[in-house]
């Protein structure tokens, strides 16, 4: 017997032992541009760096912070803690691990670390170290988690991933949005990044001259590592500049938060605004402070560039913005996202019947009195809803439930919204704001961009209650009136008329019945045809409408027994497939005896 060699068909792609083989694993280099290391592979000078940009002392010394418990001991204020990253400071987590671990004295089985231990009489706790208020005995009970992929919005605090291990407290690195933590306590350790001062004066002086801005009204905001420097910025540019200003960062005064490694400056409260404070505004009035004008007449400049949600926020209160790229000493001044397709959505909103609530965050204050409030503003329009918690939403998991018209995205307005620029999603996505402009009554396009959800909460209170004024007043003028048709409604974006866009209003007047229900002897039929139903108990379905509208409803769909000649034919008979493999199936194989 002779076994000639396989022959592949005409179309199949050449495959040899290469073709299932694993590609091999190779260590990438990780680059640490933020510490500015002169020897990437000196390791005494990499922990130096890692200690001096965290300010890891300063954070073990809150670590340690204790409490008195009620039958009168002490112990660990915080015992479990979780250290969260963004994927950008993740290459630093173990370095910062084993830099808090050694210095409270933890080890991966919650005994004492014997590397730290020195000699020395005057320890209490018997580790014989050289520190007489030495108290690693009770920090050693402490126990760090990494937390190195986030739930939701890499600047808000994952108090999700956290609760998984009981965690007490959250350690927050890198940039945050400063939004107000729902339950748990956190502590934020932005980092600081190294910026040369000279070269960023230079770029200012370039943007803005002095001969033609050495009186305009200009502000200096930065993300939250890149603050500490607006301070000194602001000194060096305030002899040329006589209206200079800096945003300087802003903790909630209800949040347990506090920040490690910065202190803010303490101001008025009626100066603050986007999660920042207003430092060393002019010629304002301390009595009646109104921030939408004062902003609207300030020109921003930005140190690094922010996420898109955030640049647009920027953009609708700020006269002009200009972004400073510390990494590469560029400067953008547009163009940058606008509110014209927010104005188009938002008029494709009034017009959906079903809308999706998408939770991109279940840690910030207030999400579940937001969620519920939205909720019965939404019934009230006469439309349907749906809630849907998705971690990091994107255009493959958005497009699987198509029949959802509209979506409305709650998350944090640092990085948290999507903003969709390149019409990759498969339906619109609005803010809570832009959804409540569009369910009120009289819409009014304001040109604002409200992403706060405290703002949110108090329009829907306001109108609320006119709502109910509006209802009650609109039930006495109807008293012994019959039930009239509601007026037609149009799509302003396509003028077509819409049938759905209230599916939960009263349809007393409509009576259907389905075909179904009439023939019993179709009534253990495997498919039957609701095609004619478009309301169930007096309310529109918006799925039924949906499933007519398409040409495929499922499988068998296309056979019946109600039609003749082509619609009366049977299915095919079963016959056996192919077999094998597709670089040989076994008719293309041909044995030879």
Not at 11 to 21: C, G, H, I, K, R
Not at 540 to 548: I, M
Not at 549 to 567: A, I, V
Request: with cysteine; glycine share 6%.
């Amino acid at each position: 017997m002779t076994n000639d060699a396989v022959v592949p068909v005409a179309l199949s792609t050449y495959q040899d032992d290469s073709a299932f083989e694993f590609a091999k694993v190779t260590a990438a280099e990780k680059l640490r541009p933020h510490l500015q290391l002169k020897n990437a592979d000196d390791r005494d000078e990499l922990v130096t760096a890692i200690n001096k940009y965290y300010s890891i002392d300063e954070l073990v010394e809150f670590l340690k912070q204790k409490k008195t418990t009620e039958d009168g001991k002490t112990e660990l204020k915080f015992k479990k803690v979780t250290l969260q990253f963004p994927d950008s400071l993740i290459v630093d987590s173990a370095t910062i691990v084993h830099e808090l671990q050694g210095k409270l004295g933890i080890t991966l089985d919650g005994g004492l670390n014997n590397e730290s231990v020195k000699s020395a009489d005057n320890c209490k706790c018997n580790c014989r170290c050289s520190d007489s208020t030495c108290d690693r005995e009770e920090t050693a009970n402490q126990k760090l988690w990494i937390l190195a992929d986030t739930s939701y919005s890499p600047c808000c605090v994952d108090e999700v991933a956290a609760e998984h291990v009981g965690s007490e407290l959250v350690v927050h690195f890198g940039d945050a949005c400063l939004n107000p933590v729902d339950k748990l306590s956190a502590v934020y350790v932005f980092g600081k990044p190294y910026i040369d001062i000279n070269s960023l004066v230079a770029k200012f002086r370039e943007r803005y001259p002095v001969e033609e801005f050495a009186k305009s009204k200009i502000l200096l905001m930065a993300d939250s590592p890149h603050t500490y420097i607006l301070k000194t910025l602001t000194e060096a540019l305030s002899e040329d500049y006589e209206y200079i200003a800096y945003a300087d960062l802003k903790l909630d005064k209800e949040s347990s938060a506090r920040i490690i490694g910065y202190q803010p400056t303490a101001q008025s409260s009626k100066l603050d605004t986007l999660n920042r404070t207003l430092v060393n505004l002019k010629d304002i009035d301390e009595e009646d402070i109104d921030l939408d004008s004062i902003l609207a007449e300030q020109d921003l400049f930005h140190i690094s560039t922010p996420e898109t949600p955030r640049l647009l926020q920027l953009t609708t209160k700020f006269q002009s913005v200009t972004v400073f790229d510390p990494e590469t000493g560029d400067i953008n001044q547009g163009p940058f996202p606008n509110l014209m397709r927010r104005y188009r959505y938002m008029h494709m909103a009034r017009a959906a019947g079903t809308v999706g609530l998408l939770v991109n965050t279940l840690s910030l204050a207030n999400t579940k009195k937001l969620i519920n409030s939205i909720g019965r503003k939404i019934k009230e329009a006469g439309k349907k809803h749906y809630i849907f918690v998705v971690g990091k939403p994107n255009v493959a998991k958005l497009a699987n439930f198509e029949n959802v018209e509209m979506w409305c995205i709650l998350g944090c307005d640092h990085q948290g919204i999507i903003v969709d620029q390149n019409n990759e999603y498969y339906r619109p996505i609005v803010t809570p704001y832009e959804l409540l402009l569009a369910l009120s009554d009289e819409l009014t396009w304001t040109g604002k961009w409200v992403t706060d959800f405290n703002s949110v909460l108090e329009d829907l209170d306001d109108g609320n209650d006119k709502d109910h004024e509006d209802k009650r007043d609109e039930s006495n003028d109807q008293d012994g009136e019959d039930y009239e048709d509601a007026p037609p409604e149009f799509d302003p974006v396509t003028g077509r008329l819409l049938s759905t866009s209230r599916p939960l209003r009263q349809l007393n007047h409509l009576q259907i019945t389905s075909q179904a229900e009439e023939d019993p002897s179709e009534s253990n039929a495997l498919i039957k045809k609701f095609s004619s139903t478009i309301a169930i108990k007096n309310t529109v379905s918006t799925s039924a409408v949906h499933l007519q509208n398409r040409h495929w409803t499922g499988l068998g769909s296309d056979y019946n027994n109600e039609g003749e000649g082509e619609n009366s034919q049977e299915g095919a008979k079963l016959e056996e497939g192919r077999g094998g493999i597709a670089r040989g199936y076994d008719y293309d194989r041909e044995v030879h005896i």
